[in-house]
């Protein structure tokens, strides 16, 4: 079984974050680091919105400021993602290009890593399905949302699965005026998206997640995870990286 570093739950900024996984990117280019499998959750809680979107399109910043939420510009694709901390873990897989979990095809490519988070979600007795182009489903509800680079000759997918879900505070930090939020509004976004504790009826805990999520990917991508941490190359230029370029107004605000 192919062996693949894990670096195992923990907790930063969403600029740390997001400066984390490039990190990973630029230190596997140079063949420094093999292929990673990270979770992580958010703290403050945050936004982040797709490398092709404007933030102040997509978000209430005065709100977000606020209530000391966080937000920030991905390199991924995709729309705007609320990462509430008590609600959520995020994980991210770094490959290089070519590898046999990296298809040419995008769809293909989302399908097979999402296989992680449908074994997953397996393991705490849902039933998920992917649903291209980047999503996985339970109950016909959208659980699982991610998004895909590829750049510096790797492929990174990140994503989320939802823990909890609180409709009426993602419509105040997202960009919907508030006299346009209705008991409709809320109750479509109910119909359409879902989480673990709604699905099971009961608390599950984030250590509960963070293991299925664990024992979710090493099965569905048949690769065994070797506890490690970031080298010192990844953390230095993670930490520049987080206050050059992912805290700068000239990144989040570029478009």
Same mark, same amino acid.
């Given at each position: 079984?192919?062996? =693949?570093? =894990?670096?195992?739950?923990?907790?930063?900024?969403?600029?740390?974050?997001?400066?984390?996984?490039?990190?990973?990117?630029?230190?596997?280019?140079?063949?420094?680091?093999?292929?990673?499998?990270?979770?992580?959750?958010?703290?403050? !809680?945050?936004?982040?919105?797709?490398?092709?979107?404007?933030?102040?399109?997509?978000?209430?910043?005065?709100?977000?400021?606020?209530?000391?939420?966080? =937000?920030?510009?991905?390199?991924?694709?995709?729309?705007?993602?609320?990462?509430?901390?008590?609600?959520?873990?995020?994980?991210?897989?770094?490959?290089?290009?070519?590898? *046999?979990?990296?298809?040419?095809?995008?769809?293909?490519?989302?399908?097979?890593?999402?296989?992680?988070?449908?074994?997953?979600?397996?393991?705490?007795?849902?039933?998920?399905?992917?649903?291209?182009?980047?999503?996985?489903?339970?109950?016909?509800?959208?659980? !699982?949302?991610?998004?895909?680079?590829?750049?510096?000759?790797?492929?990174?997918?990140?994503?989320?699965?939802?823990?909890?879900?609180?409709?009426?505070?993602?419509?105040?930090?997202?960009?919907?005026?508030?006299?346009?939020?209705?008991?409709?509004?809320?109750?479509?976004?109910?119909?359409?998206?879902?989480?673990?504790?709604?699905?099971?009826?009961?608390?599950?805990?984030?250590?509960?997640?963070?293991?299925?999520?664990?024992?979710?990917?090493?099965?569905?991508?048949?690769?065994?995870?070797?506890?490690?941490?970031?080298?010192?190359?990844?953390?230095?230029?993670?930490? *520049?990286?987080?206050?050059?370029?992912?805290?700068?107004?000239?990144?989040?605000?570029?478009?």
């Amino acid at each position: 079984m192919e062996e =693949f570093r =894990f670096i195992d739950l923990e907790t930063h900024t969403a600029f740390e974050n997001m400066a984390i996984d490039e990190a990973i990117m630029l230190a596997m280019k140079d063949n420094h680091v093999p292929p990673t499998l990270r979770l992580y959750r958010w703290n403050p !809680s945050a936004v982040s919105i797709g490398t092709f979107q404007g933030l102040t399109d997509e978000v209430d910043v005065e709100f977000c400021k606020s209530r000391g939420i966080d =937000f920030i510009r991905r390199i991924t694709g995709g729309g705007a993602v609320y990462h509430d901390y008590n609600g959520e873990v995020t994980y991210s897989i770094i490959i290089p290009k070519g590898h *046999r979990l990296a298809p040419p095809d995008i769809i293909e490519s989302y399908k097979i890593l999402c296989g992680g988070i449908v074994k997953a979600l397996e393991y705490l007795g849902i039933e998920g399905e992917f649903k291209p182009i980047n999503d996985v489903n339970a109950n016909g509800k959208k659980i !699982s949302g991610n998004a895909m680079t590829r750049r510096h000759g790797c492929v990174l997918q990140h994503g989320t699965t939802l823990l909890d879900l609180d409709v009426s505070l993602m419509f105040s930090i997202l960009k919907v005026p508030q006299e346009k939020i209705s008991d409709k509004m809320i109750a479509d976004v109910k119909e359409r998206v879902t989480s673990i504790r709604e699905i099971l009826g009961k608390e599950v805990q984030v250590e509960e997640l963070r293991e299925a999520l664990k024992q979710g990917f090493s099965e569905a991508l048949k690769i065994e995870l070797k506890p490690s941490r970031l080298t010192t190359e990844e953390q230095e230029t993670a930490k *520049r990286l987080a206050q050059e370029k992912y805290s700068s107004h000239d990144w989040n605000f570029s478009r």
